[in-house]
């Protein structure tokens, strides 16, 4: 076999065989985006109504393809702002709500995650009292 | 059937890319000599490179379009160019795009070079450089690199899919190569020649092969993970099935041309033609074998992978499980005789190689041996399975979940499986099959989640477990299968005790949420890696005198800040009850989410003294629960069962900094029952 071939088997070798090495010894965190929180909490039954809906992702979202949507009991929308991300937290979108009165009121959300992923899903929480909260 | 055509467009410039890799490689080697350079077949090649990038542009386009429509979930988003600007502008994989694009014109003004100037060796190898390097950036927006983007992350799938298309993007060039120097009217020297090169490619050829399957299997690890059983039951696996299968066909014919063939090529005449058409005929079925194999891999990178995959309908009647069945005598034998088998036809292959056996009896008695091993192991660690014993719960395993789940089994299963869930229920013994015991039996650990969703969704037949799809919702359903695993962690925790273990983190406490007497609220999960809780459950006035103590040694407690207090009231409370509790109270009151935490965490409640199974039980009135920084529960003190424990302080900050000094030993508990 010629000398240069040699070579280039041996780069390649050595190459995957570093690289097996580095992948073996680190677990990555590899997944895709998930829903982790969500304020409130799914099927919550709340005294006081929330002034916002927050939802939390386990990776970074883009905010331009994001879309939460608060359904009340006639499945109308019950604010038609659009959500922001979260001042502090690029994984985090925000919705702020008017006033809502007591009901069950339904969570609708579709976000593409940067790996080009679109999560979406619902949940729904219900209002006992009309006092908003934090 | 825009899947189809994004799945063709996507195969289209991935194996445009790949040739123009494996193809600018190939034209490399052969390069190394120049008189290679003025060959009808090199010129032919040659010409052929801008196309193919002409071609790779095309499909990137056709790519932007089907993305921003499947993004946006807008199919007319396809042929608006205002929509692809927006993608490429705001997004992440716009920007991959907008990189690859670029890197795919600058390769168009390489091939134009590489074509129209004089021919040298080194245009090529940039060329092939550009085009891996095209290639590679889109690995930046592969399943890969979701999560935290790093070189560990996307290192092997990079590797993976430059080195595949050094071998099989080198093909079509290897081929045009084979059939121009081993026809019967080429001239000698073209003949060598050609030979000379093709052997150069098929010597680099093994190691970059080996190198793709090693990794290969990395990646295939990273997309799988655990979830074995879906490689059998979703679309990745059978995508992930098909190009395993195709890599062998093909690994079989290359190892055969490499080794068989190709050495033909130096011998005389007769053999020679003999060898150059094997490997036409041979090599053809391969180019045409690794098409397929780029487009499996294509609708691989572009379905779900496995680890993420619900398994909506589990398609067999059985599944197999060693945790399920592994303890038993005839099983552990079985599996002996399986495994003793297997080495012994690890042992037939070695015999045969050494002792020259033939063909046919070094495949047929390793092969018979495994087959028989299978037979014999295999069954005993099968069991039955549903459609939905893969199912994965959308209800998160937390407070909210299980409350609810323990008023639906208190209105609904009492009468038979008892009120707690003991299989003793006044009607229990009307039925030929009782009720199992699903508090102190490890039902929750032997069967899967959708195995007990099945059970309540369409009953047991020949018991008295009835169906209740018609009568409870589905999530209500998976709410009771969380508050079944609830009752039996609960019980599995009545080993801990007011001293940690050191560790030891096996039990894990669901999730809650909370809102807080302060106007602040969070969940149990924001610890994590953070702080040490201390999660007391108060009844009130009861309680008055500890929640005194915990406010005098609350300084204390919180030490460096490592360590978060969080009461939670297990009666409802006036709000003059809250004022007062709250009156210079350092630690946060739970006002929202108590019921549901009360309820979920009177689960754990059960000691080794005092198991607590007659009846309908009794919740005390006061426990404190320590869950370490990594989100399992590890210690508890009941006032009521354990005595004076934490009233000491110094007792429980020993435990708080037991926890502190421990590092991570188990993976964070997920949020899911499995």
Redesign the interface.
Known sequence: ??L??VR??KL??V??VM??A???H?T??????AL??T??????V???APSQVQLWF??EI?S??ASLVVLDTGKNPVTEVKPQLALDNQKSIVLPLPELTPGKYSVKF?V???????IQ?SFDFTVKGTLQ?? | MIEVIAALIRWLALASNMILIGGCVFLAIAG?EKTVFDSPWFARLTRLLPWLTVTLLLGLLGLLAI?TA????IAESAWHPGAWL?LVQ????GLVWKWRAALALLLFGVALYVRFSPKAHWPYVVCAIIAALTLAVGSL?????????????V??YV?HIV?ASVWAGGLPAFLTLLFVATEKQTPKETYQSGVQILK?FS??AL??M??VV??GI?VAD??VDTSYAALAATSYGWFLNTKVLLLAVILIIAARARFSWMPLLSQNDDRAAVGGRGLRRWVTVEVVLASALVLAATLLANT??AK?TVIEDWPYPFRFSIDATWGELSVMIRAGVGVTLLVLAGGAVAIGRSKRWETKWRIAIPAGLVIFALAIALPSFAVQAFPETYRKT?V?F?A??IA?GATLFAANCVPCHGPQAKGNGVLAKTFSIPPVDLLTEPHTAKHTAGDFFHWLTYGIPGTGMPAWANKLSE?DRWDVLNFLHAISRGYQARLINPYVAPNQPYVVPQNF?Y?THN?A?G?L??FRREKVVLLVLFSWPESRARLDQLRSAYTTLSGSDDTAVLAVPMNDLTQQEIATIIADMPFPVA???ASEIMRSYSLFRRTLSNPDLAGEGTTPKHMEFLIDRYGFLRARWIPAVDGAGWTDSTVLIQQIEQLNREAEIRPAPD?HVH
């Open positions: 076999m010629e240069w071939v280039a088997l390649v070798v190459g995957v690289a097996m580095m992948c073996m680190v990555p965190v590899l997944a895709h985006a982790v929180k304020e409130p909490p799914r099927r919550a709340l005294a006081k386990n990776e883009e331009a393809y579709r593409l995650s940067l790996d080009g992923h679109v899903s909260g934090k | 190394r993305t499947q993004i946006t979930g927006d705001k997004t992440r994989i927006a592969s399943h890969s690199a979701a999560g935290d983007l790093s070189v560990i992350s290192l092997p590797l080195l150069r010597a680099m190691p970059v080996v190198a090693a990794t990395i990273r997309m779900v992978p993420h959308p998160p937390d909210i979940s609810n999530e949420s809102s106007g609220s969940t999960k924001d006002t929202q989410g949020d």
